[in-house]
């Protein structure tokens, strides 16, 4: 994406609070420096009482009065882009229903399946953008959108050229191939056959035409297994792409060391994460990305090992997981803040989780947090402690955002 579609200009923050989140979740934080921003990069922080850089061009100065400033935040795993909503299965499911009982109704993914296909691009591109807008108004500067509710080739180029037109409209957005999100009813029993046409067929288009940085799977007994998605994964490494496999989130599927060579950059859920997994993910990089959201909205009693993932000091990220049937929540801060209530992260943890961690589980490391020769990618918050930040519920205290040096003001408006 060009920085220059966001207008880019260079900025000066003075007086500025630090908050820069560590892969552990601990914190640096460092009250009254000023950062510059030039030509979208982070280029110069200076502490408090050191000498003045003289410079020869003007740049726009903003004090933001002692206010917090941490990394723009990154939602790493959204489903950001179909249509309709599925708020029909809630109400089935308050009333009693599991979702593999909605699932083997034929609900579920497949009736977003069905609404994806009949809406035009333009439609999804309104639709992904209403909610992008939004979702800027809780920090967030960069997001990850899946595909994933077409699984046919028309569909996912679709869905995949939308996020593509999303890209610089108010955020950065990095584009997933999930083709192997569940098995569409054309397959029906011929997951082998619908693998294949994903590996040999669907993917070299859409890499042709640009349209994919990485590549996810659904791995779990209501989609596929372990040995069913390695065709598909391995397609994927052949052509360079990064992997990530939605992991363990209704069930052990006892399966990580399975896709252990092909390095998957992230796991996501892990609800059911077995022990022998976790041993397995400590002797690689995978991040491990927790959907709190998304477990309070099937109301899981099942909690992923958090405690465990910390003993082998995996890193964790954070995601709305943003999708109409099990997590249709726009905002990071709420997800951080169940991340806290239900998972027991610390409200450190939940902001790395959303910045450095989350950058980590993207397979990038030019953004996440505050240091010279990053992104100028900022968020400005109304709050005097960062712990503000998992605590409120409902309530943004955004004041700005930064996005390679353009500046989007909120204080002026209704967060
Ligand atoms: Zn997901």
Not at 61 to 87: F, M, S
Not at 196 to 205: D, I
Not at 297 to 304: A, D, E, I, M, T
Request: net charge negative; proline share 4%; aromatic share 6%.
């Amino acid at each position: 994406m060009s920085l220059s579609s966001y207008g880019c200009s260079d900025v000066l923050l003075t007086n500025v609070k630090i908050v820069n989140p560590s892969t552990d979740g601990s914190l640096r934080v460092g009250e009254g420096e000023t950062i510059l921003v030039i030509d979208g990069l982070i280029s110069e922080i200076r502490q408090k009482g050191s000498r003045r850089v003289q410079r020869d061009r003007d740049v726009t100065v903003i004090d933001v009065e002692g206010r917090c400033v941490t990394p723009g935040l990154i939602d790493c795993h959204t489903h950001l882009i179909y249509a309709g909503n599925r708020a029909s299965e809630f109400a089935d499911r308050v009333g009693g229903k599991s979702y593999q009982q909605i699932l083997e109704n034929g609900g579920g993914i497949l009736s977003t399946v069905n609404d994806t296909r009949r809406a035009s691009t333009e439609r999804l591109f309104e639709l992904a953008n209403a909610r992008l807008r939004r979702m800027t108004r809780y920090g967030l500067t960069t997001v990850e959108v899946k595909s994933g509710y077409g699984l046919d080739l028309e569909t996912e180029v679709k869905m995949l050229k939308v996020a593509r037109l999303l890209d610089g409209t108010g955020a950065r957005v990095i584009s997933t191939f999930l083709g192997a999100h569940i098995l569409p009813r054309e397959f029906h029993d011929r997951k082998v056959r619908y693998i294949n046409y994903l590996a040999k067929e669907v993917l070299p288009k859409l890499i042709d035409m640009n349209l994919v940085d990485m590549v996810d799977g659904f791995c779990d007994g209501a989609a596929f297994s372990a040995k069913e998605l390695l065709p598909y994964f391995e397609a994927a490494k052949s052509m360079n792409l990064p992997i990530r496999v939605h992991l363990d989130q209704l069930g052990d599927t006892d399966s990580f060391a399975m896709f252990s060579d092909l390095a998957p950059i992230s796991v996501d859920h892990l609800e059911y994460l077995n022990d022998r997994s976790i041993e397995s993910m400590a002797r690689g990089s995978t991040v491990a990305v927790v959907v709190p959201t998304a477990s309070y909205f099937l109301r899981q009693q099942q909690k992923p090992p958090i405690e465990k993932l910390r003993y082998y000091g995996i890193p964790i990220a954070l995601a709305t997981d943003h999708n109409p049937g099990t997590s249709p929540v726009e905002s990071l801060l709420l997800a951080m803040n169940m991340g806290c209530v239900l998972f027991n992260l610390t409200p450190g943890e939940a902001l790395s989780g959303v910045t450095i961690n989350a950058a980590r589980a993207l397979g990038i490391s030019d953004r996440g947090s505050i240091a010279c020769g990053m992104l100028g990618d900022l968020a400005i918050w109304d709050v005097a402690d960062p712990v503000e930040l998992s605590y409120y519920m409902g309530h943004s205290p955004l004041w700005a955002r930064v996005v390679g040096g353009a500046v989007f003001r909120y204080d002026r408006t209704t967060c």
